[in-house]
């Protein structure tokens, strides 16, 4: 769905997008970094917004450069900035974006209605937009990026200003319409627990650079390296059979954490149990939490 080349940008000698290469399938992906790490500069180029100061990519097998205005007509954006003109209705604006998307007249006001009522304005639709709270808002411009039905959908930070109740409410949105009506999903954000909350896939972004890319499963299992464990039974005998295993053994009494997750250190650890004489009651990959990612990648990152 998405392929970059060595993709760069930057302004006036400032780096913003430092040779970003890779490939991204059809799913829910989420673009994580802080602020500045180059997650607007990096959707801009995928809409054809900006032109790459080098590298290519290729959006829906279009490429970005040269096939900007055809790729615009596949794809909906919603952008983190306030822009939204104040003194026309959701469903005046909605309907004239899917006319400039291609949709004929009496499409695009019906299509309007249909996914003003899908972002829950159905009953605020025909108020001044400069009247709408910042959630409201936030669901217009949701709206307009749904309109002309589009294949893939770029939400930059669509959850900006919203209290923990519309936050909610939206992304539970975000889940339901990547499940009910298949448009794959760009989600950009700061906000870890909204990545983690409708993505199955994330891209890390650090200072212009790819920190981690890749299903959010497979990352978090990577970054799970140690198995937890609950014992009955001769606990010292065990313990010490790890250790002779060349294995890193922590915790006390009966719930132990042993250091590696691989297919050797189960091994290690069922052979350790038969000489010790002890009962596994419990055997469980420790998780990681995308935070806990994160954080890892900053330190590692600051380590360079």
């Known amino acids: ?26 799913g829910s992906i989420g673009l994580l970094g802080e602020n500045g790490a180059g997650k607007t500069t990096f959707i801009k180029l995928l809409l054809g917004l900006l032109q790459p100061s080098s590298g290519s990519a290729r959006v829906l097998s279009l490429d970005v450069a040269r096939q900007g205005r055809k790729l615009r007509r596949r794809v909906g954006y919603m952008p983190e900035d306030e822009c939204l003109p104040p003194d026309i209705s959701a469903m005046e604006f909605t309907a004239r974006m899917g006319r400039l998307s291609g949709l004929p007249h009496e499409a695009a006001l019906q299509r309007a209605n249909d996914v003003l009522h899908l972002v829950g304005l159905g009953e605020g639709r025909y108020r001044p937009m400069g009247g709408l709270s910042s959630g409201m808002k936030q669901r217009a411009k949701l709206a307009q990026a749904l309109v002309a039905d589009p294949e893939l959908v770029l939400l930059d930070e669509p959850t900006s200003g919203m209290d923990p109740s519309g936050r909610e409410e939206m992304l539970q949105l975000i889940g339901e319409i990547r499940e009910n009506l298949g448009i794959s999903l760009l989600l950009s954000s700061h906000l870890l627990q909204d990545i983690e909350r409708v993505c199955d896939q994330v ?27 609950r014992l009955v039974g001769d606990v010292q005998a065990f313990r010490q059979a790890l250790t002779q295993a060349g294995l890193s053994v922590h915790g006390s009494g009966m719930q132990l954490t042993v250091e590696g997750a691989d297919d050797q250190v189960y091994d290690a650890i069922i052979e350790a149990a038969a000489q010790s004489g002890v009962q596994l009651r419990r055997l469980e990959r420790a998780s990681r939490s995308l935070e806990e990612l994160f954080l890892a990648l900053r330190k590692s990152e600051a380590r360079r």
Request: no cysteine.
């Open 1 to 26: 769905m998405i392929q970059t080349r060595d993709l760069s940008k930057r302004y006036n000698g400032t780096v913003a997008l430092d040779g970003v290469s890779l490939q991204v399938a059809p």
């Open 203 to 229: 891209i890390i972004l650090s200072a212009g650079q790819v920190a981690a890319q890749g299903p959010l499963s497979q990352l978090l299992g990577q970054a799970a390296r140690s198995v937890h464990l």
